[in-house]
């Protein structure tokens, strides 16, 4: 069984068109993440969300929403795609309150806007 | 801020030889956790070693150990008996304590040659 999973894995769609990315945790985690991969391979926090509550918003533009319905579940919503966005889109999670707490990675989605 | 650093873009190791990534950290905290992840082509991103800053004695996985060096803010990565799979992109994470995101230094290309 996958752990974080994400759908689709490619994407690829033109500027100025709205797309969703969802991902889903089966490992009963209460934290959930979205990072961004660039082209260079840097990869930074966008969200964080932990029991159905943002609590991390790293600058990102408001094109980007996280949507969270409940706590296995983290979309993420790109309003009016630009060419600036074509990037790897990692969900994450990982359980809070522990000392040992790691995060698991989905597999990505690239997203590629032309 | 925290920052990660990674000096080696690139690194070459043989089959069966050992090769070392540095990783360099930046942060006024006492408790946080350093990590090591894996970017095979696949581009999952995978758990290679987990480090507590509170134990002195460092991480050993399997092939993979760890050099944590507290005071100098160094914590670089060593993987014995290289093998083909082991070629991969290689992340330094460091995670605050009480906090859940990771911040990940820039990454280093390892390139196995048999």
């Known amino acids: 069984d996958t752990a974080v999973s994400q759908t689709p894995k490619y994407l690829v769609t033109q500027m100025g068109n709205d797309k969703s990315i969802k991902c889903e945790q089966n490992l009963g985690h209460d934290t959930m993440y979205w990072y961004k991969q660039d082209s260079k391979k840097f990869l930074k926090i966008m969200f964080s969300?932990?029991?159905?509550?943002?609590?991390i918003n790293e600058t990102v533009p408001n094109r980007f929403s996280p949507k969270s319905p409940d706590k296995a579940h983290l979309n993420l919503h790109i309003n009016s795609l630009e060419l600036g966005d074509s990037a790897v889109y990692f969900c994450?999670?990982?359980?809070?309150?522990?000392?040992?707490?790691?995060?698991?990675f989905g597999q990505g989605t690239r997203l590629t806007v032309v | 801020a925290q920052t990660v650093t990674q000096s080696q873009p690139e690194m070459s190791v043989q089959e069966a030889e050992t090769v070392t990534l540095s990783c360099t950290y930046d942060t006024s905290e006492s408790d946080y956790y350093l990590f090591w992840y894996k970017q095979p082509p696949s581009r999952q991103m995978i758990l290679v070693i987990r480090q507590e800053a509170y134990k002195q004695q460092n991480a050993t996985e399997n092939r993979f150990s760890v050099n944590f060096q507290k005071a100098a803010k160094s914590f670089s990565l060593k993987i014995s008996d290289s093998q083909l799979g082991d070629a991969a992109m290689y992340f330094c994470a460091y995670r605050r304590a009480g906090y859940s995101t990771l911040t990940f230094g820039k990454g280093t290309m390892l390139l196995v040659s048999p």
């Open positions: 969300y932990n029991n159905k509550e943002l609590i």
């Open positions: 994450a999670s990982s359980r809070q309150g522990t000392r040992h707490t790691e995060a698991f």
